[in-house]
């Protein structure tokens, strides 16, 4: 099976940039489309951004619209996600998911990372 494991979260302050990284190991992430979610405390599980297996299509929450850009590496099986004018609203720990379907719901992704953790300072 997929074990998704992610990279690259940190302190930052407002208006800064990250890139989180999700390299699968185990199974290669090949022909699996893949997710980015964030959590905040004592809130829900939200999607953020999704790629397909291929790469041509991807989908955003409209909070991070225009902000994060997911991308994905196949040759390297590493999903990527940059995150760009970051918010203090985005500070939480941030979930990498595989899946063989595609959506926004948590139920459609099979394997979870353990998460990272961004915050970011006013």
């Known amino acids: 099976q997929v074990q998704p494991v992610e990279s690259g979260g940190g302190l930052v302050q407002a208006g800064d940039s990250l890139r989180l990284s999700c390299a699968a190991s185990?199974?290669?992430?090949?022909?699996?489309?893949a997710g980015w979610f964030r959590q905040a405390p004592g809130k829900e599980r939200d999607f953020v951004a999704a790629?397909?297996?291929?790469?041509?299509?991807?989908s955003y929450a409209d909070a991070v619209k225009g902000r994060f850009t997911i991308s994905r590496d196949n040759a390297k099986n590493t999903v990527y996600l940059q995150m760009n004018s970051l918010k203090p609203e985005d500070t939480a720990v941030y979930y990498c998911?595989?899946?063989?379907?595609?959506?926004?719901?948590?139920?459609?992704?099979?394997?979870w990372g353990q998460g990272t953790q961004v915050t970011v300072s006013s």
């Open positions: 998911a595989a899946s063989r379907g595609w959506g926004r719901q948590t139920r459609f992704y099979d394997y």
């Open positions: 185990g199974r290669t992430f090949s022909g699996y489309n």
């Open positions: 790629i397909s297996w291929s790469g041509g299509l991807t």
